[in-house]
T-cell receptor, first 109, second 116 residues
Framework: AQRVTQPEKLLSVFKGAPVELKCNYS??????LFWYVQYSRQRLQLLLR??SRESIKGFTADLNKGETSFHLKKPFAQEEDSAMYYC???????????FGAGTILRVKS | DTGVSQNPRHKITKRGQNVTFRCDPI?????LYWYRQTLGQGPEFLTY????????KSRLLSDRFSAERPKGSFSTLEIQRTEQGDSAMYLC??????????????FGPGTRLTVT
């Protein structure tokens, strides 16, 4: 079964502090992992995907197949990073996305 | 706005009534997806279409739910005999099978359904 777990419902940090949003997955094959973000009153949008291996808005995420994790990191949080973040998985033969429950990131000034 | 659009944005209905939602994907996208999101949860997959063919349906999609994409463009999701448990945000997404954003799913704003 495909499953994505985001253990934290809320992560609150001060501006300038490092951020790590945790994501663990369960999948027997070779998944594709994504982070989606939803800012207040906006639609869900793709932040980054593991195969592109790029940094978006200062965020990076590395797929660790041994630990089945895809944690999202940013060295210095900014207030505009405050949003809901969802980790998602797509199986190698499927097209649907399996989402975690999401983590609210609050960056305090 | 050339993104995915959904109508209506909000729907309040009484238990037992039928409701229909519409999704207009990005024009060149041939894949269309429906998800449902309840409070405190991430989106859950319901079904998806490639052009007009419905290729996968989730077990979440009971017999009261039906989705169509008759001409491979817009899609409708109908819920018959609504129940309070159907109250949720219904999200639509579309994706392309070519180009640099191959398979990236673009989401609409959602339709929020409240069943009273």
């Amino acid at each position: 079964a495909q499953r994505v777990t985001q253990p934290e419902k809320l992560l609150s940090v001060f501006k300038g502090a490092p951020v790590e949003l945790k994501c663990n997955y369960s999948y027997s094959g070779s998944p594709e992992l994504f982070w989606y973000v939803q800012y207040s009153r906006q639609r869900l949008q793709l932040l980054l995907r593991h195969i592109s291996r790029e940094s978006i808005k200062g965020f990076t995420a590395d797929l660790n197949k041994g630990e089945t994790s895809f944690h999202l990191k940013k060295p210095f949080a900014q207030e505009e990073d405050s949003a809901m973040y969802y980790c998602a998985l797509r199986g190698e033969y499927g097209n649907k996305l399996v989402f975690g429950a999401g983590t609210i990131l609050r960056v305090k000034s | 706005d050339t993104g995915v659009s959904q109508n209506p944005r909000h729907k309040i209905t009484k238990r037992g009534q039928n409701v229909t939602f519409r999704c207009d994907p990005i024009s060149e996208h041939n894949r269309l997806y429906w998800y449902r999101q309840t409070l405190g949860q991430g989106p859950e997959f319901l079904t998806y279409f490639q052009n007009e063919a419905q290729l996968e349906k989730s077990r979440l999609l009971s017999d009261r739910f039906s989705a169509e994409r008759p001409k491979g463009s817009f899609s409708t999701l109908e819920i018959q005999r609504t129940e309070q448990g159907d109250s949720a945000m219904y999200l639509c997404a579309s994706s392309s099978m070519s180009g640099t954003d191959f398979y990236e799913q673009y989401f609409g704003p959602g339709t929020r359904l409240t069943v009273t």
